[in-house]
């Protein structure tokens, strides 16, 4: 169905859209509007078109007061108004005027080359004068008095708020939506089934503020969600730009930890800026790039961007390079806070371009304290630590509270998030939560609680179209938001039981303790071939085989497996795990590479020492059929092996002909030993725990992806505090052919089968509910049900769920 749609219109689409890209890529290379267009229109436009001045009714003031002008022409660039102003002749109508110096060649061209690639412009740039300095020190505001019964504090200040401007308060959600949405902001996962059974059954009053409370209580799956919106905030990632050249530091394991304990946000921010351990380093140690960078790149540089933007809201890119055209910020003032982290005078530079004038270390805002410039580098990050995090310091709570608002709501009460600067909707709810934030000893479980608890976090999502640069925004309920791509693939491996087998973020994880259960105890045995006085010869490689007959098709299993020293493993002829370090035992779900029937396991196993020396396999495993029953296998007697062959060169397995003899039982070595205890064991401890309360492998503890990347996920080279929340052609296209993504929904489909007994109705139910956490309707259930017939096979069942995940129902947090 979609996928299919989407197979098919592929070509096409590329064959559009490529030249489209290029066309558009080439026309706008090398202009940036705020360092390339802004400086032109300011030294020849904006003293009679900008600000207050709007001569001839035309204003510079917003890309969308440009484009309402009709002064350019973006579908026939070359024919716009602008252009012939600016290149005339004429000296009644030139621009700018004939008693004004002209245009210069290159600067024509720029603003040519600016239209002609779409007439980009920053979403936080204006030409207007801005009048608002928002207030340093925290304010609690009065509460006004509740309406109608609502006394939540956030509901008095939005009540009042729409009452004032007659509007309605919008109408609340059902608890089906309420359980989706609270599950997925909060935790990141779609509700499970039962879980949704067991909240529409509950007729508790409170129910949903308990399961609120259950929510933030889960402290690994709380920190496996926001682990990404913190990732994305403090730029930290686990491969990418300079992690090769050892020019990054990873602050993974550290946040992670913090997350899992709750820990407050301002110590948090304290042991980012002055870091009491290498392990929360990596922070203000940015990216030190190879070879020679610009100015405005060098780890000082980096510090003082990145500090003000994470904790203040505030941009300090432009005012690395010059004086900022965007806010108040100056050369001076980011020079000022990069030279705290220097270890050496650090030269202002503007443009590029040296001043012949030394940063002297100072705090943004003096009127709090400020930090002494001859004191030691690591004593002059903790005086900023110590600024930065001060109760008296309002604007470090309002910038991380509207940073949350934004997660829950759709929309920040200062927006964009990095333009603190800016006035917000409601200066009211934004100093209640940054006070809430600050006397809860800075508890952000706290602030999301208090959020997720209101009725207006409750209530219908507003429909709205884009919002443009200068629009006035009025509140008028929570918006839908896009799932992210950790979301995403996260909701996707939830239904399809296809989840990663192992995490690549360097943390430790908190296990889940397993109910009891018969397979918790392990009978497998470490073999190998022939031994030689106990030893394996060096560089020996074996074939390892097993084979086995299932009575009945399977609905699941696990099997947990490991080499000394290293191995491949097939299963009927297909590989489906490797490892090459027996201390990092693979786990991975081989239920659905098995059959109703004869099967065989073979591994290529490898002693790679160039001596004699101790090696082994070792491979436990179970799997469960539909009426419950298991069965194990594990490496034990009745395996055989042989020598291998040409699989050492091509990886490949070819039997035909081959010799097979029994294996050996080798004597486990303790080191051995302590890796089956301490790492097979909880793996197959959590195997055999139902789905819903496995631990599963998340998309923020895996390294980035070319589908993450399509569905959003940053490169994180810089911070990024909001991702885009609509989608390219080319992303859904991407979204509907990756092949990772179509072998979950494969392995997910026979699942669905084999769960239901292939019952079509049942097939349907669950589907909707599981993904939607609704049933289907009538016209929904009849056109699942013609599409899957009376025997559903896998390839009808995969058309259905590529429809179902495709859904916007499905694709957004609503």
């Known amino acids: 169905m979609t996928r299919l749609i989407a197979r098919a219109v592929l070509p096409v689409a590329i064959s559009i859209l490529i030249p489209l890209t290029l066309f558009a890529e080439e026309a706008s290379s090398a202009i940036d509007f705020v360092h390339d267009v802004v400086p032109i229109f300011k030294r020849n436009c904006v003293h009679c078109h900008g600000g207050r001045e709007a001569e001839g009714d035309f204003t510079l003031n917003t890309r969308d007061a440009v484009l309402d002008s009709g002064f350019i022409d ?33 600067e024509i061209e720029t603003i040519r080359r600016w239209i002609a690639g779409g007439a980009s412009w920053d979403a936080d740039f204006t030409f207007s004068i801005r009048t608002y300095e928002p207030p340093l020190r925290p304010r609690s505001p009065e509460l006004p008095v509740s309406r109608n019964g609502r006394e939540h504090p956030i509901d008095r200040i939005l009540d009042e708020y ?42 508790d009053a409170n129910k949903r503020e308990k399961y609120v409370d259950t929510l933030l209580s889960d402290s690994v799956g709380y920190a496996d969600h926001w682990l990404t919106f913190f ?50 380093r ?107 995090t001060t109760p008296e310091n309002g604007r470090f709570a309002r910038t991380i509270v509207n940073r949350l608002w934004y997660r829950l709501m759709g929309r920040g009460i200062v927006h964009p998030l990095d333009a603190m600067q800016t006035e917000p909707w409601n200066e009211d709810l934004l100093d209640y939560l940054a006070t809430e934030l600050v006397s809860n000893d800075f508890d952000l479980k706290h602030v999301l609680k208090v959020i997720a608890t209101s009725s207006a976090y409750q209530s219908r999502s507003e429909v709205s179209g884009e919002e443009t640069a200068n629009e006035i ?89 490991t080499c000394d020293n290293r191995f491949r493993l097939y299963v009927n002829g297909e590989m489906i795990s490797s490892g090459t370090h027996w201390q990092n035992p693979q786990s991975v779900d081989w239920s659905t590479y098995v059959s109703h029937g004869k099967n065989t396991i073979e591994a290529i196993v490898t002693n790679d020492l160039d001596r004699p020396n101790p090696a082994g396999f070792y491979f436990e495993s ?19 092996y042989r020598v291998s062959g040409s699989e050492a060169i091509d990886g490949k397995l070819d039997s035909a002909d081959a010799v097979w003899h029994p294996v050996t039982i080798v004597p486990a070595l303790s080191a051995w030993t302590e890796v089956v205890t301490q790492q097979v064991q909880p793996l197959i401890n959590e195997s055999v725990m139902p789905a819903h309360e496995r631990l599963m492998v998340r998309a923020s503890l895996l390294k980035n992806t070319a589908l993450m990347k399509s569905l959003g996920r940053p490169m994180r080279e810089q911070i990024v505090s909001m991702r885009p929340d609509t989608i390219t052609t080319l992303e859904a296209i991407d979204l509907a052919n990756e092949s990772t993504l179509a072998e979950s929904i494969a392995v997910g489909a026979e699942r669905l089968i084999a769960s239901t007994n292939a019952d079509t109705d049942q097939i349907v139910l669950t589907l909707f509910r599981s993904a939607l956490s609704r049933e289907p309707t009538p016209e929904e259930r009849r056109l699942v049900t013609q599409s899957l017939g009376e ?12 429809a179902v995940l495709m859904l916007p129902e499905f694709l957004l947090v609503r």
């Open 622 to 640: 179970w799997l469960e059929f539909s009426d419950g029953s298991q069965t194990r296998i594990q490496s034990d007697e009745s395996w055989m």
């Open 473 to 561: 925004y009025i509140y008028r309920g929570p918006r839908a938001r896009r799932m992210t791509a950790e979301q995403f693939l996260d909701s996707v491996w939830h239904l399809t039981g296809n989840a990663p087998a192992k995490i690549e973020a360097p943390i430790s994880r908190e296990r889940p303790q397993p109910k009891p259960s018969k397979l918790t105890k392990l009978q497998a045995h470490w073999i190998w071939g022939p031994l030689e006085n106990g030893s394996v010869p060096g560089g020996q490689q074996l074939v390892l085989k097993k084979e086995f007959t299932l009575a009945d098709p399977v609905v699941g299993g696990h099997a947990v497996l």
């Open 162 to 203: 729409l009452a004032v401007r007659d509007l309605p308060v919008p109408p609340p959600v059902d608890d089906a939506t309420f359980l989706r949405r609270a599950t997925l902001d909060l935790i990141g996962l779609l509700p499970s089934e039962k879980q949704l059974d067991e909240f529409l059954a509950n007729s």
């Open 231 to 280: 990732n994305d905030l403090l730029r930290n990632d686990y491969s990418g730009t300079g992690f090769i050249t050892k020019g990054r530091k990873q602050i993974s394991d550290w946040l992670y930890q913090s997350l899992v304990d709750n820990k407050p946000f301002n110590e948090m921010a304290r042991e980012l800026i002055a870091p009491p351990t290498d392990e929360s």
């Open 282 to 388: 990596g922070f203000i140690d940015g990216i030190k790039w190879r070879g020679e960078v610009s100015a405005g790149q060098t780890l000082p540089i980096q510090f003082s961007q990145s500090v003000a933007q994470s904790f203040l809201g505030i941009n300090m890119k432009c005012a690395s390079c010059h004086d900022s055209f965007i806010d108040r910020w100056t050369l001076k003032e980011a020079y000022g806070l990069a030279a705290i982290y220097a270890t050496k005078p650090l030269e202002l530079h503007r443009c590029d371009r040296p001043i012949g004038e030394t940063a002297q270390a100072a705090w943004l805002f003096p009127e709090l304290g400020d930090v002494d410039p001859e004191a030691p580098r690591e004593q002059r990050l903790q005086q900023l630590a110590d600024l930065m």
């Open 74 to 106: 973006l579908d026939d660039p070359n024919s716009s108004y602008l252009l012939e102003l600016i290149t005339s002749n004429d000296t009644d109508t030139q621009m700018p005027p004939s008693d004004r110096p002209r245009m210069s060649v290159e």
């Open 791 to 802: 025997h559903p096979d896998p390839t009808a069942v995969q058309d259905v769920m590529w």
